[in-house]
């Protein structure tokens, strides 16, 4: 057997695309339908047969992006259709990728906050977030972090949640129809970014959560500005109750489609509310906490059936136990500092800079070649809104980190799409899509 | 290599090392997380009693290139090569993770796939073998997933230059 690479210096590089259905082997076939279930080749060969008509010129191979409204950015399907009924699917990816992994060798500890926040740009707290923690775990502070600053990158992550829940409200309506819940779903997620521009400077990638702690602290009354988007916010949860949950028309939408049983979910890495709308109660804010959510009370929700509709009530439901997480992190938020006072890993006050030699050393050297992180390799994972973030970091005892890789889960979680797609209608891969909610910039990095 | 400011951590780490095994391979704690170092032609072997011990998911794979970090520190008996490939598994039963860390040689840079145990290993695997070049034997559709089809190299390799390649836009003049 000649090797892959072999095969690719004689330049018969094999093709991303879908394959025509005659050209399959079992094998193939069994990637496609059998695997996730852990069958054999021969009952996965017998499950291929969906009902094909006689005549093979009845089904057609087409492309649906990587320009498609309805595919959250440049996602490409190519989907092997019968008529309306989608018999094949194989996402095609990479549109968007900038090699953001390869950026981060490029990049200080101290300026890779910037690289990671516009991954998941829906959620970038949450990316900034993951790269601090492993940050501060190879540096050995994790548990000398500011009491003020682990409860202000609660308060953000949380709040994060609800804005990204917020969109893929929106979207999701768009996406079956619902025109009117689009405009609200970004008119909410919208107030919750005004927000974040208060405390940040920015709506979107806000390098804000940085090793060490954050960048600032919280502005003068920012707790009625909360206070204010909990009041608001929780009124228009329930007008979109009243607008879709109960609504006979996108039940019929969303009920039984794109079903999942939790384990093809947990064979195909699934995470995030794809994995809980499969039944499987795995919430790493409950499993394998991180920061102090131990100490506050909130559920996990889960679905029962895996379909659309489960996706879409776990993540209309996460918006209010996010709502409840941080109307307890308003009571229990503490005072003090908001980053480590420690001078290898923070910047010294401008202040200090003009009165104290010690500091503007410190200061030159931390803003040109950055801090050096001992050697070492560090996994951390947290639940962003999307299911498992985690960032892995090789460190060779420099100023760079030897490796950075981010675990996108997006990119993951559209592995699910061909088996969510199969059997069903062309019109329910768009439902299906968005309720994977999958981030483009996070699938290709 | 110790660093002065953090001494503790790089110490801490260095004591947290008892040395104990794992289905016959070293088992390391490193920042209090379970790493277990896997020869290769153990692979799937190790990975297939893993799984058999609960860690049911596989939560990420992704590879390192160590072209020029050659020195760093691994347990006695296990040999440095230039790539290694590290595999994160989850079990949701236990609420553990576990780490395999595995060194792959530059002259011959494949492994067994993980696809037969863990489907979800399928995407990620296809963009190691995108950006590493690590070919994963009956993996079933090993193809680049990032980068078009066309590309020559392996961007996340330590010897592929930032800023080499030519510029994409040919029909655009300076």
């Avoid at chain 2, 020195?71 to 590290?86: H, I, M, Q, S």
């Amino acid at each position: 057997m000649t090797s892959i690479l072999e095969t690719i210096e004689a330049g018969n590089e094999p093709a991303q695309g879908l394959k025509r259905r005659e050209d399959l082997t079992a094998r193939e076939l069994l990637r496609e339908v059998g695997s996730v279930l852990r069958m054999s080749e021969a009952e996965a060969a017998k499950l291929g047969d969906l009902p094909v008509d006689p005549s093979e010129d009845q089904t057609m191979i087409i492309n649906m992006g990587p320009q498609h409204p309805s595919t959250h950015g440049v996602l490409r399907l190519m989907l092997e259709l019968q008529g309306e009924t989608v018999l094949r699917c194989k996402p095609i990816i990479g549109y968007l990728h900038t090699g953001m992994e390869k950026t981060g060798e490029q990049l200080t500890y101290m300026q890779g906050g910037t690289n990671v926040t516009r991954m998941d740009y829906v959620s970038p707290l949450n990316n900034e977030l993951v790269f601090s923690l492993a940050t501060e775990k190879l540096l050995g502070i994790e548990d000398d972090i500011p009491e003020r600053a682990v409860w202000m990158r609660m308060l953000l992550s949380e709040l994060n949640r609800m804005s990204s829940h917020l969109l893929f409200l929106a979207t999701n309506g768009m996406d079956l129809g619902a025109v009117s819940m689009m405009i609200y779903g970004w008119r909410e997620r919208e107030e919750v970014l005004r927000f974040f521009q208060k405390v940040t400077g920015l709506r979107m990638n806000h390098n804000f959560i940085r090793p060490g702690g954050v960048a600032a602290d919280l502005p003068a009354g920012w707790r009625d500005d909360v206070l204010r988007l909990l009041e608001l916010i929780g009124p228009r949860l329930d007008e979109y109750d009243t607008l879709m949950t109960g609504q006979p028309i996108w039940r019929e939408r969303l009920q039984g489609v794109g079903v999942i049983t939790a384990q093809e979910a947990i064979a195909l890495a699934a995470t995030g509310p794809t994995l809980r709308g499969s039944g499987v109660p795995w919430d790493l804010r409950r499993d394998q906490p991180y920061l102090r959510y131990p100490e506050l009370d909130f559920d996990v929700i889960v679905g029962s059936y895996g379909d659309a509709f489960d996706r879409y009530a776990i993540r209309l439901n996460e918006v209010r136990e996010s709502m409840k997480l941080v109307a307890q992190i308003l009571d229990k938020m503490p005072s003090g500092d908001f980053r480590i006072q420690n001078k290898k890993v923070t910047p010294p006050p401008r202040a200090r800079i003009d009165e104290s030699m010690e500091a503007l050393i410190h200061h030159f050297k931390i803003f040109t070649e950055g801090f050096k992180v001992p050697e070492g390799e560090v996994y951390v994972a947290i639940e962003s809104p999307r299911g498992e973030i985690g960032c892995y970091i090789a460190s060779d005892g420099s100023a760079t980190p030897y490796r950075m890789h981010v675990r996108a889960p997006s990119f993951v979680n559209i592995q699910c799409l061909p088996h969510m797609m199969r059997g069903g209608l062309v019109a329910d891969a768009v439902a299906v899509i968005s309720s994977v909610d999958p981030v483009l910039g996070e699938v290709d990095r | 290599m110790t660093d002065d400011a953090h001494p503790d951590a790089a110490s801490d780490a260095a004591s947290d090392a008892a040395p104990t095994e794992l289905h016959g391979c070293p088992l390391r704690e490193l920042y209090g997380q379970s790493v277990l170092f896997v020869p290769r032609d153990q692979y799937t072997k190790v990975v297939r009693l893993l799984l058999a011990d609960g860690f049911e998911m596989c939560a990420d794979l992704t590879a390192v290139d160590y072209l020029t970090f050659p020195n760093r520190t691994l347990p006695d008996g296990v040999a440095a090569e230039r790539f290694e490939v590290v595999v994160n598994l989850l079990s949701l039963r236990d609420r553990k993770r576990i780490r395999v860390r595995v060194q792959v040689p530059a002259d011959d840079p494949s492994i067994p796939t993980l696809f037969d145990m863990y489907p979800g290993a399928e995407a990620m695997e296809r963009e190691v073998y995108d950006m590493f070049g690590i070919s994963f034997t009956d993996h079933p559709d090993l193809t680049r997933i990032l980068m078009p089809e066309d590309w020559d190299g392996f961007p996340l390799r330590k010897d592929y230059e930032v800023g080499k390649i030519p510029v994409q836009f040919k029909e655009a003049h300076a």
